[in-house]
């Protein structure tokens, strides 16, 4: 709990739940289902964002830095595997990978911007 102010009393279910869903994940791409696993990310992902707002935010930017590698980790292995005669049916599961990819990056980088405090210019705060 990255040096948690609070010793990650906040955000302990957070965490637990997190880190069942990265695990669920990996379990489904081992076993090359690829859908699940984008599935489970995203819901970790979705849950990171739930840390953000019990003042975990070094544990959340962790926790999504991770879920994004993993994701390219993913799009990686599908690029691999969606070339030659069978590679067709992982095509698709690519295309999703990356469209989620890229939306999970925005939504992280919009998420960042959000939380940059902007001095008032009235009050100088």
Known sequence: ??????????CKSHLTEINR????????????????SVQAL?????ETFELQ??????????FQAEII??????EDELYKMSGGLFGRRYIRS???????????T????ESKYANINIPNRNTGT
């Open 21 to 36: 869903l990265y695990k669920d994940s990996q379990n489904y791409q081992q076993n090359k289902d690829y859908q699940f």
């Open 1 to 10: 709990m990255l040096l948690c102010p609070k010793g990650g009393f906040n």
């Open 94 to 104: 690519k295309n999703v990978v990356t469209k989620t990819l890229l939306r999970l």
């Open 106 to 109: 925005r939504k992280l980088e």
């Open 53 to 62: 707002k019990s003042t975990c935010i070094n544990c959340a930017n962790v």
């Open 69 to 74: 590698d993993s994701f390219k980790n993913i």
């Open 42 to 46: 995203e819901r970790a992902f979705e």
